[in-house]
C-alpha cells in the first residue's frame, strides 16, 4: 500500500497525520509513506524526526487582517495557490500513492484536490468541533470525512460523508495510572492542579495562574504543576515579585515545557489550559475535570467551539480569556474544589466523549476505501 500524507501549520494538523502513518505502519510494515508538507513549515522537521518520507510545497494561508503587509503577503498567497498545485501534482504522480490522507491546514489543500482530480481514493481527517476552511471544501468531494466530534458535521456540506473516529490519542497518555503517576511524581494525598498553555506559552494564562500560585502557597491547600512555555521565560521573575520564593514550597513545580504530560495528565486533579483538539482528547481519555480558557487568536475562534462541545455535555467548565484574570481563575478553582461532586462529575462526563480506539477506526475506513466500500 502506498499512501501519501498532507497536512500542516500546526501541531494540531501534523501529529495527527503522524499518529496514523504510524498505526499504518504497525499494521503494514512494507506500507509506503509520504508525507507533503509546506516549505518551511514546522512538519520540515516534525515529519522527517518520526521516521516519514517528506517532501515540501510552496504554500501559504491568507491573512485576513488587511493592511499593506497583509495585502502583499495574499498576493504571494494568491501565485502559490496555482504553483503549489502544480508542484503537488508532479508529487503524486510520481509517487503514485493508493491512497491520499488530509489532515487540514492550507497546504491540505492543493495536494486533495489534484489527487481527487487524478481520481486517487481520498479521506480527511477534522480534530476540532468547528471545522477548517480546507476541509469544509475538500468534504464535498472525500471519499470519507473523518470527525474528532459529531457537533463538526452541522457546519460541513450535506454530501460529505460522515464518520466519527476520534483524534488519535498517544498511548502513554491512554495507559497512564493515577496512583503510579502521582507515586513517581512524589505527590502527597492533597488535590493536584496542572496548568499549561501549550509549548510556547500564553501570557494571559501565566498571569493568573501566577496568582493563583501565591494563593495556593499561602494555604498550601493545593499541589500545582504548572508549564509556562518558550515564551514565558519571565514567569519566575513574576512568581518573585509577587513574594513567592519556590524555594520554600516544594508542592509547586513550574517548568518551561511539560515533557512527561502523560505521568502529569494522569495524576492531576484539575487541569487548566486552552482547549485545542487534542489536548481535549487527551483530556477526555484520563476522564479529567478542567477549567477551559480558548485562545481567542485561531482561526475560526476553533478552540471556543472545542470547549463548548465538552461544556454543553457538563464535561468541562470554560473561562474566556475576555473574562481571564488572576481573582477570576482562583474564584473558579475554589468553587470547583468546593463541590466534590462536581469535579467528579466533569471527569467522568469527559471520559464518556473519550474515543479510545480512533487508529483502529481510521485504518478500517482506509482499508474500506480502498476496497471501495
Partial sequence: MKVLFAGGGTAGHINPALAIAGYLREKEPDAQILYIGAKGGMEERLVPAAGFDFQSITISGFQRKLNWKNIKKNVKTVVHVFTSSREARKIIREFQPDLCVGTGGYVAGPVLREAMKLKIPSIIHEQNAFPGVTNKMLS?????????????????????????????????????????????????????????????????????????????????????????????????????????????????????????????????????????????????????????????????????????????????????EKDLSGSALCKMVDDLFQKPRTIRSLGENAHSMAILDTNERIYKIMKEVLAGI
Fill in 140 to 320: 464535498k468531494h472525500a471519499d470519507k470525512t473523518m470527525l474528532a466530534v459529531l457537533d463538526a458535521q452541522k457546519y460541513l456540506d450535506p454530501s460529505a460523508k460522515c464518520v466519527l473516529t476520534g483524534n488519535p490519542v498517544r498511548q502513554a497518555v491512554i495507559r497512564a495510572n493515577r496512583e503510579e503517576s502521582r507515586k513517581a511524581l512524589h505527590l502527597d494525598e492533597r488535590p493536584l492542579i496542572l496548568s499549561f498553555g501549550g509549548s510556547l506559552g500564553a501570557r494571559k494564562i501565566n498571569e493568573a495562574v501566577a496568582d493563583l500560585l501565591v494563593k495556593s502557597a499561602k494555604t498550601g491547600r493545593f499541589q500545582h504543576i504548572h508549564g509556562y512555555g518558550q515564551w514565558g521565560g519571565w514567569f519566575p521573575d513574576l512568581l518573585k515579585e509577587k513574594g513567592l520564593n519556590l524555594s520554600e514550597h516544594p508542592e509547586i513545580d513550574i517548568r518551561e515545557y511539560i515533557n512527561n504530560m502523560p505521568e502529569c495528565l494522569a495524576a492531576a486533579d484539575l487541569v487548566i489550559c486552552r482547549a485545542g483538539a487534542i489536548s481535549l482528547s487527551e483530556l477526555q481519555a484520563q476522564g479529567k475535570a478542567s477549567v477551559l480558557i480558548p485562545s481567542p487568536n485561531v482561526a475560526e475562534n476553533h478552540q471556543y467551539h472545542n470547549a463548548m462541545a465538552m461544556v454543553s455535555r457538563n464535561a468541562a467548565a470554560i473561562l474566556e
